[in-house]
């Protein structure tokens, strides 16, 4: 029997009031930010509901909101807080190279410490530097049409890649009035207004873990697809694992067409694990793209490639540019969170907090019978709530968000904080989280299944 819709409407409603109990300077500020701020908050990510939460200060493995709030940190800043919260070594690295001087604009020794590591981890030998995932993917698109000479990209349905014209393409085409085609040739649906159709036609758009439609899209034209960009591990919907053989197979059916393959590792990179998605797979593409935890909480981008691809940069075809490009505080941060947060111990303290956290979920979710899966990879997991695996987008659409939005609610008043995009988004664990953090999170989640469970939905 299922949990009806009125049932888990009302379960979230009384969640919803715990939440804005708990929060009167919240709201006092959201209030207050409606004046200056468009929308009342800084990015429209931000906006959550019952109503954003502002944030106090972060130590460790924990946020503190401005009503005094603690909780345990698994939103992760949308994946970024790998190192945790105010680390000793990436502080220690920003303060030394804040007393030297904060922006240059020319070349600092750090950013060869930095490309060194980068080089080791991720197999690539050139790399360049910018200052946000959307940056690094709009490079990498650039890249490969400059280097093939010709316009059209593919790209997965469900896949973002930041907010540039090109990938603003089928991000998460789940409005009734969005047409996205049959499955196995989806339409492509701009993800925004203010994206021009012209450049929305040269993005093709195909199903995840689907090889054939890749193969269809570059027959059919043949000559005029420049490259592929994905998230080899999804991230923007749950997460989506790539099937064996489906990552090698793109990259030897591009090649033989004369296109490239670009790897967004914005979200996987350090996360998923050492080597990102790259080294799990042993699949080296063209392109990696790097973000986010990289730079230890500062913003900072890192786009690597082979040779041959960088040679278009080297020799000036493609003018890769920024004024911040590099900067010696970014530079500084990454090179701490490189060389030493991210470390191999710490990847073994994560791997033991990852399978705590799985094995909790998964005997509440039996005990409870709920119908949901835990699927996980490094320091990132979700709950995905789907009697059956979820292999791309359209298995995805199935995924009842409201039970991802009860799931946050229930977290969050017991404090702990995961991202508040329900199904799309995942946690994120850092270095500095410990076992009475995931237990936490893990009687949460029993507190939630018990609520909305014991019936099938
Ligand atoms: C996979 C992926 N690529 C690119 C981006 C864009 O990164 P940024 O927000 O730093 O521009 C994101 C952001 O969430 C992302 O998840």
């Given at each position: 029997m299922a949990t009806s819709a009125a049932d888990l409407a009302t379960i979230i409603e009384q969640q919803e009031q715990v939440f804005v109990r708990r929060q009167p300077e919240s709201a006092r500020l959201a209030d207050l930010a409606a004046r200056s701020l468009a929308g009342g908050v800084v990015s429209s990510w931000q906006i959550s509901r019952p109503q954003p939460v502002w944030l106090s200060h972060g130590a460790g493995s924990k946020l503190?909101?401005?009503?005094?709030?603690?909780?345990?940190?698994?939103?992760?800043g949308y994946g970024v807080s790998l190192a945790g919260h105010a680390h000793p070594a990436v502080v220690t690295a920003i303060r030394a190279q804040a007393e030297r001087g904060?922006?240059?604009?020319?070349?600092?020794?750090?950013?060869?410490?930095?490309?060194?590591?980068?080089?080791?981890?991720?197999?690539?030998?050139?790399?360049r530097f910018a200052n946000s995932g959307t940056e690094a993917t709009m490079d990498a698109v650039h890249l490969m049409r400059a280097i093939t000479g010709r316009d059209l990209i593919i790209k997965v349905e469900g896949c973002y890649h930041g907010h540039h014209d090109s990938v603003q393409v089928s991000v998460c085409p789940d409005d009734d009035a969005d047409d996205r085609g049959p499955a196995g040739a989806p339409a492509s649906v701009p993800a925004s207004t203010g994206i021009p159709q012209a450049i929305t036609d040269l993005t093709l758009v195909v199903g995840f873990n689907d090889l054939a439609a890749v193969r269809r899209r570059l027959d059919e034209n043949e000559h005029r697809v420049a490259g592929m960009i994905l998230e080899p591990i999804m991230m923007n919907a749950g997460i989506i694992l790539p099937d064996p053989g489906y990552l090698a197979g793109l990259k030897e059916l591009l090649h033989s067409r004369g296109a490239l393959l670009a790897f967004d590792e914005v979200k996987t990179g350090l996360t998923a694990g050492p080597c990102g998605a790259t080294g799990m797979t042993g699949v080296t593409p063209d392109i990696v793209c790097l973000a986010k935890a990289i730079g230890g909480g500062v913003a900072v981008a890192a786009i690597g490639g082979t040779e041959d691809v960088m040679s278009h940069v080297a020799n000036g075809d493609y003018e890769m540019v920024g004024t911040f490009n590099g900067n010696p505080l970014a530079m500084a941060a990454c090179r701490a969170m490189l060389t030493e947060v991210a470390t191999p111990d710490a990847y073994e303290r994560l791997e033991k907090l990852r399978r705590r956290a799985v094995e909790g979920l998964e005997q509440e979710i039996e005990r409870h019978d709920l119908n949901a899966q835990v699927v996980s990879v490094g320091a990132k997991g979700c709950v995905v709530f789907s009697a059956g695996p979820v292999r791309n987008f359209r298995d995805f659409l199935r995924v009842r968000d409201a039970y991802s939005h009860a799931h946050w609610l229930f977290q969050h008043n017991g404090g702990v904080f995961l991202p508040p995009w329900g199904k799309i988004e995942q946690w994120l664990m850092s270095v500095q989280h410990d076992e009475a953090d995931i237990d936490r999170f893990v009687a949460n989640f029993g507190t939630f299944a018990a609520a909305v469970g014991s019936r099938r939905h």
């Open positions: 503190y909101d401005v009503d005094g709030n603690c909780y345990v940190d698994l939103h992760g904060t922006h240059f604009a020319q070349p600092t020794e750090t950013a060869l410490m930095v490309a060194a590591e980068l080089q080791r981890r991720f197999g690539l030998p050139l790399w």
